[in-house]
C-alpha cells in the first residue's frame, strides 16, 4: 500500500488524476441515491418518462465516452477535454438546481451529465499515459489505487449529504453538491495540469473513423462479454440484498445502509490488498478469484434465514466486489493498448452492458423464482464470465 500511494502522489498528473476520481465520484455519490426521489416525489416525472431519460442518458453516456476517448487520442490533450467535461457537469448539475423543473432535470441527464460521466475513463487514460514507462504491475497497482479513491468517495459523500439535507425541504441542494464538486474538477484540470499537456506525444495517424476498427479486433466482444457478466454480480447485489435482508432474512431498512457501508469500507481495504498481489500473482488469475468468491457470496446471500448472516458475508463480499471493481479498469484498457482514450473507454461500454445484463437478469429471475433465486442465477452467470476469461486468456492465468 505505501508504494501504492508513492507512486500515485510522485506525479503530479497521476496525482490530479486522483484528485479528479474522487471530485468525480463525490457528484456521483451526492446525487445517485435521490435521483429518482428527486424526478419523480419532488419534480412530477412519470415512473415512465423517469425509466426512459435515465435509459437515454446510459446510452448517451457510452457513446460520449467512445467518441470523446477516440477525439482524446487525436487532438493529443486530456487537459482539454477533462476541463470541457467537467464544465458540463457543473452546467448540468447546478442547472437542475437552479431551474428545478421536468425539462432541466431531463436536459441535465440526457446531455450534460453523460458528457461529465466522460471524464471518469478519460481520468484513467491520462493515468495509463503517465505510467507507460511503468512495469505492467505497477501500473495495475497504480490503477486499484485510484479506483479505491472512487471507493472512498462512496464512502463518505452519501452519508455526509444526508445528514446536511436531513431538515431540508426537499433533495435539490444534492445537485448544488454536485455542481460543485464538478467546479472542483475544473479547477483541478485547469491549475493543475501542466501547461503544455506531457501526454500522448504520439498521436494515431488513422482518420478518425477508422479508428474505431480497433472494436473489431479477434476476441475483443467476447473479453468484453465475459467482465459484463462478471461486473452485473455487482448491479444485482444493489438490487436483491435490500429485497433479500428485509423479507427473506427479518432484517429492517437500516440494516441495509449499514450492509452496505462496511462492504465499501472493506473494498477500499481489498482494492490496495488486489493491487499489491498483481505485483506476484497474473492480474487475470486475481480477476478470476474474485469473480468465484463474490459468486459464492451471492449463492450464499440467496440462502441467509437471518440479518447476522449477512452481516457475516461482508467479509467475502468487500473481497470479491474488490477485485471485481478494480482489476477490470486495467484489463478493459489492454484490450486497445495502442489508444490509451479508446481503451479507456471500454470501462463505460463495460458499465452499460453490465447493468443491461444485470436487469435481464433480474427480470427473467423475479418471473420464474424469488429474489433468492435471481441472487443466484447472477452467480451462475458470473461464474460463466470468469470460466470464458480462463480459456480466453489461460495463457496469462
Not at 433533495?171 to 493543475?192: I, K, Q, T
Not at 501547461?195 to 472494436?215: G, H, I, N, Q, Y
Not at 435471481?374 to 470460466?387: E, P, V
Request: glycine share 10%; with cysteine.
Amino acid at each position: 500500500m505505501p508504494n501504492t500511494v508513492s507512486l500515485i502522489l510522485k506525479n503530479p498528473s497521476i496525482r490530479i488524476s486522483a484528485a479528479g476520481v474522487f471530485c468525480f465520484g463525490f457528484a456521483g455519490a451526492a446525487t445517485a441515491p435521490y435521483l429518482s426521489v428527486i424526478g419523480i416525489q419532488e419534480l412530477g416525472m412519470s415512473d415512465r418518462a423517469y425509466a426512459l431519460v435515465m435509459a437515454a442518458g446510459a446510452l448517451i453516456s457510452v457513446a460520449a465516452s467512445v467518441l470523446i476517448g477516440n477525439l482524446t487520442d487525436r487532438l493529443g490533450s486530456y487537459r482539454l477535454m477533462l476541463a470541457l467535461c467537467a464544465v458540463s457537469g457543473f452546467v448540468g448539475f447546478t442547472g437542475v438546481y437552479l431551474l428545478p423543473s421536468i425539462g432541466s432535470f431531463a436536459l441535465a441527464k440526457v446531455a450534460f451529465i453523460p458528457l461529465f460521466t466522460a471524464l471518469y475513463p478519460l481520468l484513467f487514460a491520462n493515468v495509463r499515459t503517465e505510467t507507460a514507462s511503468l512495469p505492467s504491475a505497477e501500473v495495475a497497482s497504480v490503477n486499484s489505487g485510484i479506483r479505491a479513491v472512487l471507493s472512498l468517495s462512496w464512502v463518505l459523500v452519501p452519508g455526509v449529504v444526508g445528514v446536511a439535507l436531513a431538515e431540508s425541504r426537499n433533495m435539490l441542494p444534492a445537485f448544488l453538491f454536485a455542481g460543485m464538486a464538478s467546479l472542483a474538477c475544473l479547477a483541478l484540470f485547469v491549475f493543475g495540469m501542466a501547461k503544455p499537456d506531457k501526454t500522448l506525444r504520439v498521436r494515431p495517424a488513422e482518420s478518425f473513423f477508422r479508428a474505431f476498427a480497433a472494436f473489431s479486433q479477434r476476441g475483443l466482444w467476447l473479453r468484453l462479454l465475459a467482465i459484463a457478466l462478471m461486473t452485473a454480480m455487482l448491479h444485482m447485489n444493489a438490487a436483491v440484498l435490500p429485497l433479500i435482508v428485509t423479507d427473506q432474512a427479518g432484517g429492517a431498512v437500516a440494516d441495509i445502509g449499514v450492509l452496505v457501508g462496511i462492504v465499501a469500507a472493506l473494498e477500499i481495504v481489498f482494492i490496495i490488498g488486489w493491487g499489491y498481489a498483481e505485483r506476484y500473482v497474473p492480474q487475470v488469475a486475481i480477476l478470476i478469484v474474485g469473480t468465484v468468491i463474490y459468486a459464492a457470496y451471492l449463492f450464499l446471500l440467496g440462502n441467509i434465514t437471518a440479518v447476522w448472516q449477512a452481516y457475516a458475508l461482508t467479509g467475502i463480499a468487500g473481497l470479491g466486489a474488490a477485485a471485481i471493481i478494480s482489476i477490470p479498469v486495467t484489463y478493459l484498457q489492454n484490450l486497445i493498448a495502442h489508444k490509451a482514450g479508446l481503451g479507456a473507454s471500454l470501462i463505460s461500454v463495460n458499465m452499460f452492458a453490465s447493468a443491461g445484463i444485470a436487469a435481464a437478469q433480474f427480470a427473467i429471475g423475479t418471473r420464474v423464482t424469488d429474489y433468492a433465486g435471481t441472487a443466484i442465477l447472477s452467480a451462475a452467470a458470473g461464474f460463466a464470465g470468469a470460466l470464458l476469461v480462463f480459456f480466453l486468456d489461460r495463457r496469462r492465468s
